[in-house]
Every structure is written in C-alpha cells, then in structure tokens.
C-alpha cells in the first residue's frame, strides 16, 4: 500500500489488546527515530519500508513480538542499536526475532560460491528454531519485491531469481500461498516481462469469455447451497501468471489448463464440505479423474481442501474446491493461520506444526546429517524437499511422501533400512514389479523380503532418488 501510516497499522490491530497496540507504537517511533535521515531508493523515508513489513505481518494476525519486530527488522544492520538495547527495551523475544532476520539479510543467495551455499544451508534449517524469523524475512521480501522498479536492472534481476529459487520455494513449504504467488509474479514479471504480459493479457482474454458462465455456476450453486441451509461463500479464483507459465512449459494450451479460473467454495463445516460436493455432482456432471480428497489426506503444507472439475453445461469445464472457512485461511497463509485460529500459544503451536510434519521436517534433518559439503546439501535439498512429491501407501494405509521419479528402492529405504537390504521386489496395488519400479502417485506399495539375501546389488544405488537410499546401498557396499 503506497502511503502507508502508523494510523494504517493500528486499524489492523483491533484484536490486540491496549498493551500490545502500545508496544507496537513505540517499535514504530524508536524505528523512525533510528531510521531518521535514511531514505530508500524511491526517494521516501527509511520507515516506509519497515512500517510495510508490519502491516504485511499484521494482515496475517501475528502475534505483537512478531509485528514489533518487523518495524525493528533493519535497525541491527542499518543503525547503531544493538540487541542488547532491543531486548532491554521490547523483550528478549523481539530481539531475537531482529537478530534472526538481520542474519538471513547479510547472505546472499545469488552466487554459487561455497559461502553462499553455506549460507542457504542456514535459512533453510534456521526454520526449525523459530519460524516466525522466517515469515517476517518473506514480509520483508515481499515489500521489497513490490518496490523492486527502483533498483538497477542488476539488482532487479538477482533479487529475482533469488526469490524464485529460495523465498517462494520456503513460502510454499509454510503453506503461505497467498505470499508465494505474490513472490513468483513479481519475479517473473522482472526476469521474464515480454512472457509475463503476453500471459497476463492472455488471461484476461479467457478469463473475460469464461465470466458469464462462472458467475452463472456460482449463483446457481450459491442457491443450491443456502436452500439447504449450508452457510457459505463463493468466490471465482484465478491462478498465478507464473503458474499458468509452468503449466505452459509443459505443453498445456493456456486455455487447457483446468483449474485457470475456478470456483472457491467455503462452508461452515467438514460435513457441509462433502454434502455439497454431493450437491454439486447432481447438479453438474464430474469429470471423472479430477477428483481429490485433500481434506481426509491434508497436503504436507497443511493445505485441505476437496477438488472437483465439473462439466457446465455450456461447453466449459470448471474446477471447484470445496473447504471450510478456517481451511481457507490455511490455504492463504499456512503455518502462519495458527495466530489466528489459536491465539493462546501460537508460536508453540506452529513449532510442534513444522516438528509433526516429519516428513519434510524429517528428511531436511537428515540430509542434513549427511553432508558435511554445503553446496551437495543445497543440491539435495532443491532436488529432493523443494520439488513435487508424490503419495504412496502401506499395506496399513500409512502416507509416505517421495519425491517424483522414487522407485520400489526409495521406498524400502525409508521404511527400514534392513527392508532394503533384503527387499526382491515388491507388489505394486496388488501386481508384481521389480525394485526399479518408478512409484507414481497413490501407489499402494508391499515390500517383498528376502531373508537369505546377501544384499542390495551394486546398480541399485543408480536406481535410487533419494539421498537416504543411495547413502544406505553405499554404507552396505563398504561394510561388505
Ligand atoms: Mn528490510
């Protein structure tokens, strides 16, 4: 928002109490005391910049800590405070916040030298010990990214691709879609402008043909709804620029791609959830592959939501995605929602969140473990956390998360690491294939053992996807 005042901030508080709105007035008036004489590439005042960082922050509800820090978020760097001064002053928890944030600030990300990978290794594992520091870093970046037109050419375009690699990636990772396609827009709109408003317009035209049929479902299905007494709201959704350019890149025709516009349907209630899929499938004919149940099997970043795609009836197909008000916040902001829907211990909620998601959590710790080389650790952890995984089940219906292309061998490995060593094959949904088997989504995977195996043979290393596999096939191989 351009002109943004401290009046501006206070208006988002109204759920704090007198104290708390008191804190945060004198974490904006120390910043623009600190701040006094700096001025951004735009010609503004320093404190435009931080006073933005708070408000991002604030539309997300968190908490007073979380918010002071944000006005306080460059005065360790930028001025003569130190955080012994911030803890004196707001607590010990702000000034670690500040302290976390100007850390992240000082790397760069950018370059593929040694330091810089060391650095990437430490923001990525630095969100186990407290991410708020991350999400007032994503605040920080956000700003920064929508006044990006001020920097050089230069600037514009690292700043970018630093964003596309790292900051969009990790927004993902905490569920905050709303931030991510920000992130992902503002970064292809520098890097790849002609594309950028070649799909934007492009959309506009679809999305301008496809407007009366949607606002025809949506009254249509709005009136199923409140004749059965279901509380709800109706929104039409559009996906981002650059998801619709990654789509593209796979070869989809912009007016292929079926969730482009869909219908965002919220309800008061999980049961309501599927009582209106039911009452949106007698309605209109499902399209038969398209439907997922992501409320009974939440996505690893917390998303929940059931998806449909549906024939309208005028030649249109339309996703619709059904989910409860408080699943809605989810899908927005991720972890960050816990400030709002659990006021009480947020941070330690949104902790314990990041901690039961084992298996992202989980397999970030422990290529963590494994690799002394920072640059070899960045590698694995694009290739393997921050790329599309895939569901498969155990023959006890038990999830577990792969990244695309694991095969029979990935699998065996993460179940036990004896499991693989002695493994032969195993019965994919119920058919026999062999341990290279590419895995694919839904899969319902039983391992076949072996007792009498004299282990993994040496190829199988090759097969393998995943860095805990490969490591365990090559301890094997040197013990033997
Ligand atoms: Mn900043």
């Known amino acids: 928002m351009n002109n943004l005042t401290i009046f501006d901030l206070i208006g988002k508080l109204s759920k704090y109490n007198d104290a708390e709105i008191n ?14 004489g700096q001025v951004r590439q735009s010609g503004e005042e320093y404190i435009i910049h931080p006073l933005n960082v708070a408000y991002i922050l604030a539309e997300m509800n968190a908490d007073c800590d979380t918010i002071c820090a944000g006005l306080l978020h460059d005065t360790l760097e930028d001025t003569n405070i130190s955080k012994e001064e911030i803890a004196e002053i707001f607590g010990d928890e702000v000034a670690k916040l500040v302290d976390g944030v100007t850390k992240i600030s000082k790397m760069n990300f950018s370059s593929k030298e040694e330091q810089n990978m060391a650095n990437t290794r430490k923001i990525i594992t630095g969100i186990t010990e407290d991410v708020r520091i991350i999400i007032i870093k994503l605040a920080d970046r956000l700003h ?40 992902e827009d503002l970064s292809f709109m520098y890097l790849k402008p002609d594309e950028y408003f070649r799909i934007l317009d492009e959309r506009n035209r679809i999305e301008e043909e496809n407007k009366e049929c949607l606002l025809e479902m949506l009254k249509t299905i709005e009136a199923i709804l409140t004749d059965k007494n279901i509380p709800n709201e109706i929104k039409i959704r559009t996906k981002n620029i650059y998801g619709i350019y990654k789509k593209m890149a796979e070869g989809y025709q912009m007016k292929d791609i079926h969730d482009l516009h869909n219908l965002k349907i919220m309800v008061d209630s999980i049961p309501n959830c599927y009582q209106s899929l039911g009452l949106i499938h007698q309605a209109y004919n499902p399209v038969n592959n398209k439907f997922k149940d992501f ?40 972890l960050a929602t816990y400030w709002d829907l659990n006021k009480g211990n947020a941070r330690h909620e949104m902790q314990q969140e990041l901690r039961n998601r084992c298996q992202f959590m989980g397999s970030l710790m422990e290529i963590n473990s494994m690799f002394s080389d920072n640059t070899e650790f960045v590698q694995h952890i694009k290739q393997e956390v921050f790329t599309d995984n895939i569901f498969v089940y155990t023959p006890n219906g038990e999830r577990i998360e792969l990244p695309k292309g694991a095969t029979v061998i990935d699998f065996a490995y993460r179940i036990h690491t004896q499991v693989g060593n002695s493994m032969i094959g195993a019965f994919i949904n119920d058919e026999f294939k062999p341990v290279d088997y590419v895995l694919k989504n839904n899969d319902r995977v039983r391992i076949v053992t072996d007792h009498m195996s004299y282990g993994p043979e040496s190829d199988w290393a090759d097969k393998a996807q995943t860095t805990l596999a490969r490591r365990k096939i090559q301890e094997f191989g040197s013990i033997r």
């Open 23 to 36: 804190m945060v007035l004198q974490a904006y008036k120390y910043a623009e005391y600190l701040h006094k």
């Open 144 to 183: 920064n990214m929508r006044t990006l037109q001020y920097k050089s050419e230069f600037k514009q375009k690292e700043n970018a691709i630093e964003t596309l690699d790292i900051f969009a990636p990790l927004a993902y990772y905490i569920g905050n879609y709303r931030i991510k396609s920000e992130l």
């Open 295 to 334: 409320i009974c099997c939440a996505k690893p970043n917390m998303y929940r939501s059931l998806h449909t795609t549906v024939y309208s009836g005028t030649g249109q197909i339309v996703q619709t995605q059904i989910r409860t008000f408080d699943m809605d916040k989810v899908a927005s902001f991720g």
